[in-house]
């Protein structure tokens, strides 16, 4: 089993930040690729931002130049800073890890952006 536990959601203005946690426990083999997803109410996930075992980085083109994603020095974290964040990135967002062939979700943390 693979666990996964995600932290940093919260409720915060237009143009301000946050940084999301993920940290993946268990039985972990070579982790390929760890990533952020999310999903807004009424529509499906969505890729947000992935990054491989050798630090390549793939992001949706609505999150480019504000969004940033990062593995830990532990390597089975990783991180999401999100700055200038608009009311259309209020979503759930979720961690993923694939490692030894599957793939995994956390829970999910909710950010919200109001006016």
């Known amino acids: 089993q693979v666990q996964l536990v995600e932290s940093g959601g919260g409720l915060v203005q237009p143009g301000e930040s946050l940084r999301l946690s993920c940290a993946a426990s268990?039985?972990?083999?070579?982790?390929?690729?760890m990533g952020w997803y999310r999903q807004a109410p009424g529509k499906e996930r969505e890729l947000v931002a992935t990054?491989?075992?050798?630090?390549?980085?793939n992001y949706a083109d609505s999150v480019k130049g504000r969004f940033t994603i990062s593995r830990g020095n532990a390597k089975n974290t990783v991180y999401l800073q999100m700055n200038s964040l608009k009311p259309e990135d209020t979503a759930i967002y979720s961690c993923?890890?694939?490692?030894?062939?599957?793939?995994?979700w956390g829970q999910g943390t909710q950010v919200t952006v109001f006016s």
């Open positions: 268990g039985n972990i083999f070579i982790i390929s690729v």
């Open positions: 993923s890890v694939t490692t030894g062939g599957s793939v995994h």
């Open positions: 990054i491989t075992g050798g630090g390549r980085t």
